[in-house]
């Protein structure tokens, strides 16, 4: 049974504390690349807020129940990495990306779905927006302040 393709449309949650540490996750199929939770519709019919929620407990164990999460009212378009691009359907070549921020108290546990990722890290702000690869990632963590007001 073959799998079917993603939909071009996701979420980009960052996980922070309110002092505006970051969690950072490290992709297991990319060694060395770190992101904020990231994630795919699972169908058309699912909500960006339930994308975030399912991406979030999926790739961390965290219940948004425990923090609070929010809608940054943000989206990136951008194109598709191309060592990605077989996971959608012939011809798709970018993809539309929800912004949202998950507020959580200092020292909420972290498990991750080892076959997505292999490790985490807590880094301020500027930090994390400096060590995570992807441009968009980075200008999202860059705006947490804004969205903490």
């Not at 691009?85 to 929800?98: D, I, K």
């Amino acid at each position: 049974m073959s799998r079917p393709f993603k939909l071009p449309l996701s979420v980009l949650v960052v996980i922070h504390t309110p002092a505006l540490d970051v969690l950072l996750i490290n992709r297991a199929d990319a060694p060395g690349t770190w992101q904020s939770v990231t994630g795919s519709k699972d169908s058309e019919d699912e909500s960006f807020q339930e994308t975030a929620q399912r991406e979030v407990m999926e790739e961390t164990g965290i219940p948004c129940a425990i923090g609070r999460l929010s809608d940054w009212n943000l989206e990136n378009v951008y194109d598709i990495y191309p060592r990605y691009l077989h996971r959608y359907a012939p011809g798709v070549t970018r993809n539309r990306e929800h912004v949202f921020g998950l507020c959580v108290p200092e020292g909420t546990p972290v498990t991750l779905n080892p076959r997505e990722h292999t490790a985490y890290q807590w880094l301020p702000w500027r930090k994390a927006a400096d060590t995570c690869f992807s441009p968009s990632n980075a200008e999202a963590i860059l705006m947490l302040p804004e969205f903490m007001q």
